[in-house]
């Protein structure tokens, strides 16, 4: 077969199919496109029904997760070449969540998880704007950025055992993210979040496959964020014990 | 149909729409503030700007310097009160993201560090690596979910702004999930819906750049300005249209025609030296790049690709531990996307569409001509970014009149009656109308993809870096014919759940709308300045032009061209003058 490849598209319309199903669509195999090229293809010229998310087609604006022969990927940065040319391609929706429509997810779920985090800056004084900005040194930056790149993309959920087995867990990407607050030197927030995470559904629920690690896009590390930030919390735990009457204070130390 | 009700309405989530948001729920908690977008707010376009926003930083600097780098680098069509405006709330705008979190990139010693950018006389640019407008819409998203009056629409498309008697009060959205067409009513809307690149074939502007908010507000009687002023970023990655950040220039990246020659010293842009030059060749302002591209290419000294001719941005001699710091969203984008690694190759480039600088008009406080209408960011038009945005200001534009217009918008929300039972009425007809132009069509022959196709050649081939009577012609004749046949599209989608073919139906009929606007001022524009070259009009002329285009359309689709003057404060119009010293600047006053 000359310049073609199969992507083998999951497709579920709710109001018609009671359980989804595959769709084989034959488009060309271009060097330069990636599978999202593939999808646009086939809702220009072949089917206008299918049904995804898109947007930046370059990587930042975490629409177009999908499985892409299983493994979780943003659909905008994986090109067909990696499959060859002549290649069958299954495209479907991220695992462990639940599907709206084709390849579509629900994310609402996710927003709340994100928000329980409480991902904004936590301050207890009130400096005023004319005092300009909080110092942070580049090596203070250095600390927490990683953890900062996150695109909510939703991969490493779907790269998470643990989310398939019990799905109120936070999951990577929203414990990431208050490890980013956490770490940076201008939150006041670490004891306030370690006490909304430090149970089973939040930190102690990572059994630390690694999984979302490999699979973030951006490098976040997630699999480190959670594992830093289980150290912490055992610390505090056992501070308690040694430190009573300083555990107050615990929320100050926790950030290095 | 159900109706939600709010104090405040906000169509968009990006950058301007969030912090318009916290403004008006910072000014008064107890209003209902609704924050309507198509997309999950973190996938707002914002998240794809790179180089970062402007804003006067350090002792060498002045507001003054900001203003006259802007205003000149618009070819002074910006309005002068609200550059002023802009250049002094930018700082304690950009400081105050500093207090939500946003990671700026630092001095050794704590402080904010601020970069070079095109057009700019002073290192004034806030950076966070390069990917800035993604630090600051994450920051902003972030920020927004611990104000507890913002609610958000998630994934609901907006088709409609309801206008009784003189005043806008609402929308119809349908719920993109359910397929639900709701009406959803307030005393003030703030459109914040970005900007409209996608009207074009080549463009680093996401797929749902589709002009949507201008469009929604013409269709209820508001005029668009200045809509021929569009940028083509000069650094645009062959096919894809991904952005190369002109920060690549700011750090010292060499423009290079075929010959390996810094071909900008050609154009009247300076004389190339080995490190940058502030407001010189590298770091010219965009329109001039740009045109100098199409001039190389007319030389034949570009080179030619099966994606149209180039030439090549040099960034070997920055080495890769520079490219590393401050530039590793370049680095990462051409590996993955042109299999380059730009510490040992140059990158292929080319002019890209990039920017609208017209938009809904507003005043200096994000009011449109419309009462209980704002808007703000790239979607309005101020104007700050005249014939001719300068890089990083747009990010700061979104947050200084993000905040201007929120505020507004409160103020004006707090003393408003609720809305009239009247719109209720004109809600039924749009939700008739989505069901039977569109949901419950049968037949129809026109692909929503061969009507995009051709539509995004026309403006393109009539209405790109150069035009001129008769390319604009042919392109609002094929438009016409464009809108005629649109009437009769095809749609294999027909059910409620997600429908994402009955919404880039939606879109297509938003982006004709907006490319006739683009090319009915451009017709009428009869001389160059800033992005818009007419090459049959070559000459600047402010004794006919120095005023802004204010175009409408009637509900027969035909438009009207009028002109507004330009606000004049300090800065009489001059000579822009690049890579050269510079006559004193006619500042009559100092401020602040």
């Known amino acids: ?164 087995l019990e ?6 990407a929203a414990l990431a993210l208050a490890q980013r607050y956490n770490m940076d030197n201008r939150d006041q927030g670490a004891e306030e979040r370690l006490g909304l995470l430090a149970h089973p559904e939040g930190i102690w629920g990572c059994t630390f496959v690694g999984e979302c690690t490999r699979v973030c896009p951006k490098h976040v590390d997630p699999a480190g964020a959670i594992q830093q930030y289980k150290l912490k919390a055992a610390l505090e735990w056992v501070k308690g014990f040694i430190l009573p009457r300083g555990h107050e204070d615990a929320g100050k130390e926790v950030r290095p | 149909m159900e109706i939600r009700s709010h104090d405040i309405l906000l169509v968009g989530g990006g950058g301007a729409g ?36 402007a804003g006067v930083a350090k002792p060498d600097d002045s507001l003054d310097e900001h203003a006259y780098d802007t205003i000149s680098g618009g070819d002074w069509m910006c309005d002068q009160d609200a550059v002023e405006a802009f250049v002094k709330e930018a700082p304690q705008e950009l400081l105050r993201l500093e207090r939500w979190g946003c990671p700026w990139n630092r001095e050794p010693d704590g402080h904010v560090a601020v970069r070079a950018f095109g057009g700019m006389k002073k290192k004034r640019t806030w950076f966070a690596a390069d990917k800035t407008g993604f ?55 703030i459109v914040c819906t970005g900007g409209c690149g996608r009207i074009f074939p080549f463009t680093t502007n996401a797929n ?57 010293q050609d154009y009247n842009l300076g004389k190339p030296q080995p490190t940058p030059v502030l407001r010189s060749m590298e770091l010219g302002p965009r329109d001039r790049l740009s045109q100098a591209f199409v001039k190389e290419d007319q030389k034949g000294r570009t080179i030619q690709t099966e994606y149209g001719s180039v030439v090549h941005l040099d960034l070997r001699h920055l080495g890769e531990k520079l490219i590393n710091a401050k530039l590793p969203f370049v680095r990462e984008l051409c590996m993955k996307y042109e299999n380059i690694d730009p510490v040992k190759q140059m990158i292929p ?36 970014n005249g014939a001719n945005r300068l890089g990083s200001n747009s990010l700061t534009e979104c947050l200084v009149f993000g905040a201007r217009a929120g505020r ?75 809108q005629e046949r649109y009437i009769n599209i095809k749609l294999d989608d027909h059910s409620q759940t997600f429908n994402t073919e009955l919404t880039s139906a939606l879109e297509l009929g938003f982006m004709l709308d907006v490319a006739q606007s683009i090319v009915e001022c451009a017709l009428h524009r009869a001389e160059s300045r800033g992005a818009h070259q007419r090459t049959d009009f070559p000459e600047r002329d402010d004794q006919r032009f120095l005023a802004h285009s204010l175009v409408r359309r009637n509900s027969d689709g035909d438009m009207q061209v009028e002109y507004l003057p330009v606000k004049i404060t300090r800065w009489p119009p001059g000579e822009r003058v690049y890579g050269q010293e510079e006559k004193p600047v006619g500042v009559t006053k100092q401020a602040g």
């Open chain 2, 135 to 189: 630090h600051m819409l994450h920051t902003l998203f972030q920020t927004s979910m611990k104000y507890q009056p913002i609610i958000r629409y998630d994934e609901w498309f907006v088709t409609k702004l309801l206008v009784d008697d003189g005043r806008v009060q609402g929308v119809v959205a349908i719920d993109v999930m359910s397929g639900k067409i709701q009406a959803i009513t307030a005393k003030a809307v």
């Open chain 2, 208 to 264: 749902i750049k589709n002009g949507d908010g201008m469009a929604l507000v013409q269709r209820a009687g508001g005029p668009l300005k200045d809509m021929e002023f569009l940028q083509y970023h000069p650094t645009g990655l062959p096919f894809t249209g991904i952005l190369i950040t002109e920060a690549a220039r700011a750090e010292g990246g060499y423009m290079l025609n075929k010959d390996g020659y810094r071909y900008l």
């Open chain 2, 408 to 482: 507004a918008a409160a103020e004006f929300a707090s003393g408003e009656k609720v809305p009239n039972a009247g719109v209720l009425a004109q809600a039924t007809d749009e939700q008739h109308r989505l069901v039977h132009q569109y949901l419950q069509k049968s037949g129809g022959k026109e692909r929503i993809a061969t009507l995009r196709e051709e539509m995004q050649k026309a403006v393109e081939s009539g209405a790109g870096i150069y035009r001129e009577q008769s390319t604009l012609t042919q392109a609002k004749n094929k438009l016409h014919e464009l």
């Open chain 2, 18 to 53: 969030l912090r318009a948001a916290i403004a008006a729920a910072e000014i008064n908690p107890k209003l209902s503030i609704a924050v309507v977008s198509k997309v999950y707010p973190m996938r707002s376009h914002t998240v794809s700007a790179e180089g970062g926003a």
């Open chain 1, 1 to 164: 077969m000359a310049d073609k490849i199969v992507l083998e598209i999951a497709r579920y319309a709710p109001e018609k199919d009671e359980k989804p199903s595959f769709q084989s669509f034959e488009v060309p195999f271009r060097k330069e496109w990636v599978v999202l090229d593939a999808l646009n293809h086939i809702k220009d010229k072949m089917d206008g029904s299918l049904t995804y998310r898109w947007s930046c087609r370059m990587g930042v604006c975490g629409s177009c997760g999908m499985m892409v022969n299983g493994e979780p990927k943003l659909t905008c940065a994986t090109f067909l070449s990696s499959y060859g040319n002549g290649a069958k391609v299954r495209v479907e929706p991220l695992r462990y969540f639940p599907v709206i429509r084709d390849l579509v997810t629900a994310l609402s779920d996710f927003l709340v998880k994100l928000q329980s985090v409480k991902p904004w800056l936590i301050r207890h004084d009130d400096v005023p704007l004319s005092a300009g900005e909080y110092l942070q040194t580049p090596e203070q930056l250095d600390l927490y950025k990683q953890f900062s790149m996150c695109i909510n993309c939703t991969l490493c959920y779907a790269a998470c055992p643990v989310v398939g």
């Open chain 1, 167 to 172: 799905p109120t867990f936070v999951g990577p």
């Open chain 2, 349 to 384: 480039v080319r002019p890209v569409v990039h920017y609208m600088m017209g938009g809904v008009s507003t005043d200096i406080s994000g009011a449109t001509p419309l009462r209980g209408l704002f808007a703000a960011g790239e979607a309005a038009c101020v104007s700050i």
